[in-house]
């Protein structure tokens, strides 16, 4: 079955870095784009980043762009989140996700169109 395993995640100091990795099984993952979203307590999942199947095209959400960099290795099925100049509002789990579509150099980020999850990884940050 499709498996998708966050990690990396953690506590860090504002203005510092993470990178999250999310590994991915069960499904042809270089077919396919990946996302990024995260949820903080009380709030709704938001988009965070997303890239496509080649690798040509990223999006991200206002919010993050300029600090996080979304990239992949589809020799390891991995998808990954670099998280500079953190800031306490970036607190949330964060989780990757598959989109429903294949081979697509559309940029997604309504969590609709994905549709399996991996189970989320924590980042605090602290002021």
């Known amino acids: 079955q499709v498996q998708l395993v966050e990690s990396g995640g953690g506590l860090v100091q504002a203005g510092g870095s993470l990178r999250l990795s999310c590994a991915a099984s069960g499904r042809a993952f270089s077919w396919y784009g990946m996302g990024w979203f995260r949820q903080a307590p009380g709030k709704e999942r938001e988009f965070v980043a997303t890239i496509t199947w080649s690798g040509r095209n990223t999006y991200y959400a206002d919010s993050v762009k300029g600090r996080f960099t979304i990239s992949r290795d589809n020799a390891k099925n991995t998808v990954y989140l670099q998280m500079n100049s953190l800031k306490p509002e970036d607190t949330a789990v964060y989780y990757c996700?598959?989109?429903?579509?294949?081979?697509?150099?559309?940029?997604?980020?309504?969590?609709?169109?994905?549709?399996?999850w991996g189970q989320g990884t924590q980042v605090t940050v602290s002021s």
């Open positions: 996700a598959f989109p429903r579509v294949r081979f697509s150099e559309t940029v997604y980020s309504a969590a609709s169109d994905y549709d399996y």
